[in-house]
């Protein structure tokens, strides 16, 4: 079945550290892939996402392109801040309903 | 304006109770879901309704019971609760997407449930 697997965290980072989350996922057809992040204490928000292969998202400087021939979207930053600190998710839409996530990766970043 | 909100954010209450919580998205989005988010954050969808009807039901217990009276609301209902009915459940909305426009799913900001 469809699925998404991404690095088990906690991943600990300095401030201006560079940052990569991996995520691979299965899936039959052509998914669209998304990031979001989830503060302490809030909801999940979109942090970006990609509709087709070679597709890059970006957002507040994060990135992450979809790439099909190693079915990935890894999430990377060039210089990570103390409010990066939060949960990550990745997740794949395949069909018109069915969002799958990942287990979440917490991200903590020390100053 | 929040776009999609539920209530209580918090609520503690005891085994065996039964509790509501509602949700309502100002979207105009077709389909509405609820996920139960445990302690190792791990999100499970439960429910996903697409225009007052139900798509999507996941192996939950019978105790949970959905209920969308319209588009824009999607109720959850537990009876009889239990310890391990602790977590914290989200709301989530979204338009199916024409195309291949990847729609976005969004989320309301969880409603803490413990249960002692």
């Known amino acids: 079945g469809n699925s998404v697997t991404q690095m088990e965290g906690p991943v600990t980072l300095s401030e201006e550290a560079f940052l990569t989350i991996n995520c691979t996922y299965t899936?039959?057809?052509?998914?669209?892939l998304f990031w979001y992040v989830q503060y302490p204490g809030e909801g999940l928000q979109l942090l970006l996402k990609?509709?087709?292969?070679?597709d890059k998202g970006s957002n507040k400087g994060f990135e992450a392109t979809y790439r099909k021939e190693t079915t990935s979207f890894h999430l990377e930053k060039g210089s990570v801040q103390v409010s990066d600190s939060a949960v990550y998710f990745c997740?794949?839409?395949?069909?018109?309903?069915?969002?799958?996530f990942g287990t979440g990766t917490r991200l903590k970043v020390l100053a | 304006d929040t776009a999609v909100s539920q209530t209580p954010k918090y609520l503690v209450t005891q085994m065996g109770n039964d509790k509501s919580i509602k949700c309502e998205q100002n979207?105009?989005?077709?389909?509405m879901y609820w996920y139960k988010q445990d302690s190792k954050k791990f999100l499970k969808i439960m429910f996903s309704?697409?225009?007052?009807?139900?798509?999507i039901n996941e192996t939950v217990p019978n105790r949970f019971s959905p209920k969308s009276p319209d588009k824009a609301h999607l109720n959850l209902h537990i009876n009889s609760l239990e310890l391990g009915d602790s977590a914290v459940y989200f709301c989530?909305?979204?338009?199916?997407?024409?195309?291949?426009?990847?729609?976005?799913?969004?989320f309301g900001e969880g409603s803490w449930l413990t249960v002692v």
């Open positions: 309704y697409n225009n007052k009807e139900l798509i």
């Open positions: 899936a039959t057809g052509y998914p669209s």
């Open positions: 989530a909305s979204s338009q199916v997407p024409t195309g291949r426009s990847g729609n976005t799913i969004y």
């Open positions: 990609a509709t087709k292969a070679d």
């Open positions: 979207l105009g989005h077709d389909t």
């Open positions: 997740a794949l839409l395949w069909g018109p309903y069915k969002y799958i």
